[in-house]
């Protein structure tokens, strides 16, 4: 009896020890695509807030699609706009939804995968406040199906 309490107890340390980890994300959301119809005059704009400017971050862009999608990769414009500047930072960043055989990468059950693809690394921000990072589709057609959310994470190490 007492090496059963002494083994739940240890599950239970042991579980609110993972739960209490924190990886380091400083800014993590996602935006919804109505319908699963991304439009390519649509941007997507996420403020993110930047407090520590001594550590580096690492920038990641997640997206969630699903099996009806018919590229096995995604072209995006991405814009980056620091405080207080009226000029941005413009990059074309291609992101990979699938190997070459055709199997979606990234995790998720079902119809739907989530992919958390890393943008930048070792990303210096030299001025605290509000980040404005804005996302748009660069994909040939006018209106991109079967993306359900895109989101930015933000991480410091």
Request: hydrophobic content about 40%; glycine content about 8%.
């Amino acid at each position: 009896m007492k090496k059963l309490v002494f083994l739940f107890l240890s599950g239970c340390l042991f579980t609110i020890s993972l739960l209490s980890c924190n990886n380091g994300s400083v800014f993590n959301q996602y935006k919804t695509i109505p319908k699963g119809e991304w439009n390519r005059d649509s941007l997507l704009l996420f403020k993110v807030q930047v407090t520590d400017t001594l550590l580096d971050h690492d920038l990641y862009i997640n997206v969630r699609n699903d099996i009806g999608y018919k590229y096995s990769n995604l072209w995006l414009f991405i814009d980056i706009k620091q405080p207080g500047d009226t000029v941005s930072v413009k990059d074309t960043f291609e992101a990979t939804l699938a190997d070459p055989a055709g199997k979606w990468l990234g995790s998720g059950f079902g119809g739907v995968k989530t992919n958390e693809i890393l943008y930048r690394q070792n990303v210096y921000f030299p001025v605290s406040g509000i980040y404005e990072i804005k996302i748009q589709h660069g994909m040939r057609g006018k209106i991109l199906e079967n993306v359900t959310d895109v989101g930015v994470r933000l991480e410091k190490f």
